[in-house]
């Protein structure tokens, strides 16, 4: 849905040629970690010092630790020229899949050496999810027998024990409260009214990308070569799976749609995310 309003962050950053690059990221991840929220859109920009002209570690290091944001770099031309010098170290950073209508473009300024760079955004298209929060217990005959079981085992005698009234009612509502929320425990649930923009998407794809993300973290900091592995079969092996859901999602429209053509071209233009009136 186009809403008439942004929840924006506008990050810039500077990175000094000679720091520490690994701390650097470190340090960026956790600033975007503390900051995430599912209403709040990144724009991250500055100079990063790493030139996204040729590929190096660096810039396969910093594109995925933003890609996790879903950040993706805009600059593709050059930043800085001088002699016969030409390298794009400093770059915009921005959620391809909500800002899909931009352009980016240099701007020559006399007081630095670095060309200045413009985004325009022409349109951006944002999710409007409105949640509720509820809490649930679950009954079932398990829990039923589990709840009788453990108040079997209560003895009265502590209970009426005292002969102030007041005490015998706080010792009794204490008694059964506890067995009560251990044989059904209060669980916090969240109800989500939202327009799903990948449909295809389940529960258990949303866990894996997670458990994902937690393995690169763990991945990025580690020499582990037998992790390492591990961590790229199981990137092969989700990116398998998430075109499979995809294929199964769509094949599933197409084959129950009266109007076959209209259908495809329904798809198309979600998947490349145009506008559907």
């Known amino acids: ?54 590929d190096s570690y660096n810039k396969k290091q910093l594109n995925t630790t933003l890609l996790s944001y879903n950040l993706t770099n805009t600059v593709q031309f050059p930043t800085r020229i001088q ?36 985004i325009t955004i022409n349109d951006i298209l944002l999710q409007y999810q409105c949640n509720s929060i509820y809490k649930a217990q679950n009954f079932n005959t398990d829990s039923v027998s589990d709840f009788i079981t453990r108040l079997s085992y209560e003895t009265r005698g502590i209970v009426f024990g005292n002969y102030d009234v007041g005490a015998i009612f706080i010792s009794f509502l204490d008694t059964h409260l506890k067995i009560i929320y251990c044989s059904f425990p209060v669980k916090i649930k969240q109800r989500k009214q939202t327009n799903i923009t990948n449909p295809w998407i389940s529960l258990g794809t949303e866990v894996s990308c997670r ?33 499979a859901a995809k294929k199964l999602y769509y094949n599933h429209l197409v084959l129950n749609s009266y109007n076959k053509t209209k259908t495809t071209w329904y798809i198309v233009k979600s998947v490349t995310d145009k506008k559907i009136y």
């Open 1 to 54: 849905m186009q809403l008439s309003y942004l929840n924006i962050h506008i990050l810039s950053i500077y990175r000094a040629l000679t720091g520490d690059f690994k701390l650097f990221l470190n340090q960026l991840d956790t600033l975007l970690k503390s900051l995430y929220k599912t209403d709040i859109e990144f724009i991250v920009c500055g100079d990063m010092n790493t030139d996204y002209l040729i």
């Open 83 to 118: 002699n016969n010098s030409k390298t794009a170290i400093d770059n915009i950073f921005i959620d391809v899949t909500k800002f899909g209508n931009y352009t980016v473009q240099p701007f020559y300024i006399d007081l630095s050496d670095h060309d200045a760079q413009i």
């Open 211 to 243: 458990h994902k993300r937690e393995l690169y973290i763990t991945c990025r900091n580690s020499s582990d070569q037998n992790l390492i592995n591990y961590y790229k079969m199981y990137c092969k092996i989700l990116s398998n799976v998430i075109t």
